[in-house]
Structures are given as C-alpha cells and as structure tokens.
C-alpha cells in the first residue's frame, strides 16, 4: 500500500509524495475508507484514502484533502526515494516495501512527473528539482533522510546534499554520470523522442516497442519495457505518456552542459555509487565518482543496464542493503 501525501514545491508547484508501508488498522466492520487498485495496468502506488472519502487515485480539486505531511512515529528512520527522468514514484514501488519493514520509506513524484504539477510555465532547473525536494523532506518531517536516487534524481540527490548536510544522512547514487554529456546528447534525445510511434493502440504495443523495437534497445528487455508501460495512460486516441516531452527536454539540458563533480566533493554523509553492468554509468567514472567523494563506496549489479533497479531487483537489495545497515547504525 501507499499513501499519497499533497507537498508543495518551489515556485508553488504541486508535488505528490507517496509513502509506503501497511496501511493503518481499520475497524473490520467500515468499509468506507476500503483502499482498492485504482490502475489496472500496476498495483504498485494505492493511494490512502481522507477525510472519508474513497480516493479515485487521480489529480482531482480535492487532491490536496487526501493527507497532510506529517511525520510518522512508527517508522522514525527517513528514506527518501527520487526517480529519473520520465519515472515516477511507483518505480521504487519493490524498493520501498522491503524499506518500508524497518524505515519510513517515502517516494516523489518530481515536477513534470507521475501524479505531480506539469505546469506549463513551470521552471524545469536544477534549482527548482533540488528546492522540490528540499521541500518535501522538510514539510514531510524526514530529514535527516537517506536519498537513493536513480539518473537526473540521483544528481537531485547529491546536489540536495551538498546544499542541505542537515536534511541528509546517507546517500545512494544509481546510474548517474557526474561528466557533462554535451549537445550531441539533447539532440539524441530530442530525435528519440520524435521517433516514439504515438498514440499507442494497447499496453502491449508499449512494452513491445519499449522493450524490443525501440532502436536504442540492443536487446530484448521486457524490464524496460514495462518500465515505459508505467509512465503511460490511455488518452481518447490511444496511450500517451504522462509527461510532456518538451519538458523532459527542458530538465534535462539544464544538466547535460555541465559537469557536476564539484557538488560531488561538498557531500560528506556516506554515499553509495551503485551502476548495472550495462548501464550508462561506467566502471571507471563510477570509481572516480567514489574517489572524490569524501566517503564513498562502490557496486555494481550484474546483468542490469541503466534500469537497475527495475531490471534486478533482488540484485540491486543486495548492493544497497549493507550500505544502507551500515548508514543507519551510525
């Protein structure tokens, strides 16, 4: 189960955080606050219900009555869960239920993103992605958190550190480059985006194109392609992503210019730099990621590609878990 908690973000931006765990103990005989899959393509993200009303799941007038943040006196460890680009909270969905047994385990949909505010003047920055998340651990209450991010929500991750040692106790960083990427790689991405063959007639045509036809798979990747399926809703005219492109686009040359060694230095929690055998992140980079942090640590998942945490999940446990033991035992 996961409950969805309304924040509010820089410059207003409306941002829902969803925390999982149990749901509460309810009196076996009030069926009115009865939670139910509201998506029949996942069970991963089962929103809470409020003020005693059964909640549809979708971005309604009443979203902000579902839950007011608030911290949690069961769970008084926070960990704080950022997806990448595209994601959204319910790809940590497997992560945050083995986290949720011992930790409060919260995940967000960032700006642009999943269940979150897509406004279109909205700013797409650096600045703005780290103040959402500043944000939301302060109005959540779960700083000092450890942050696992994957991708752009890993650079969010450890630029939040560098800016904010208070709120941030421990640090995994998934599949992230620290070097800038260049124009040829925006240009890549504007192409890729222009290639996706929407509206999708089914789901099944998503996870097909997704996991095998997509020209930048070199493999059959069912993984993949059902991570792509999550981002997808039905629209009159077929399925369509839940994000807008153009402000994909936007987020991402606000990173991709630049390198982001420097903010790796000024990050002195414990971190984690994790890569898939295959994935984006190299061996060398990754290593030289560790060497500059001040307390940095490395793994790496076999038969995993940029995806790791969807592609191996019982893999990707078993690289972070001892890290993550070891952060919270400090």
């Known amino acids: 189960m996961a409950r969805r908690i309304d924040v509010i973000g820089a410059g207003g931006v409306s941002l829902a955080a969803w925390e999982f765990g149990d749901p509460p103990k309810k009196d076996p005989t009030d069926r009115k606050d009865a ?8 069970e991963a993200l089962i929103p809470a219900q409020s003020a005693g009303r059964q909640s549809t799941g979708e971005p309604s007038a009443e979203d902000g009555a579902r839950s007011e943040p608030t911290a949690s006196p069961e769970r008084t460890t926070g960990v704080f869960l950022l997806h990448g680009l595209m994601g959204r909270a319910s790809h940590w969905a497997s ?15 960032q700006r642009g993103h999943g269940r979150s505010e897509k406004p279109p003047k909205a700013a797409f920055t650096r600045e703005a992605y780290v103040e959402d998340a500043e944000a939301a651990l302060e109005q ?11 991708a752009m929500g890993a650079l ?6 560098a800016k904010r040692p208070d709120l941030v106790s421990g640090l995994i960083i998934c599949d992230m480059r620290a070097s800038a990427l260049g124009a040829a790689s925006q240009r890549e991405w504007a192409d890729w985006f222009e290639s996706w063959p929407v509206p999708f007639a089914t789901l099944a045509d998503v996870r097909k194109w997704f996991g095998e036809d997509d020209p930048w798979v070199e493999r059959p990747n069912p993984a993949r392609g059902e991570f792509y399926a999550e981002v997808m809703q039905e629209s009159p005219d077929g399925w369509r992503p839940v994000f807008e492109p153009e402000q994909m686009l936007k987020s991402r040359e606000t990173w991709v210019y630049d390198a982001h060694w420097e903010e790796l230095t000024q990050v002195r929690c414990p971190t984690l730099v994790v890569r898939g055998l295959d994935g984006e992140l190299g061996r060398a980079e990754a290593q030289e990621m560790v060497r500059v942090l001040p307390l940095g640590e490395y793994a790496e998942v076999t038969d995993a590609g940029h995806l790791v945490h969807y592609d191996q999940p019982e893999g990707w446990r078993a690289a972070i878990e001892p890290f993550l033991d070891g952060v919270l035992a400090r």
Not at 35 to 42: E, M, Y
Not at 156 to 161: I, K, R, S
């Open 35 to 42: 939670g139910h899959p509201t998506d029949n393509r996942s």
């Open 95 to 109: 992560t945050a239920r083995w986290l949720s047994e011992r930790h409060r385990a919260v995940a967000l949909d």
């Open 140 to 150: 959540l209450g779960l700083g000092p958190a450890v942050l696992i991010g994957h």
């Open 156 to 161: 969010t991750a450890w630029q939040l550190a």
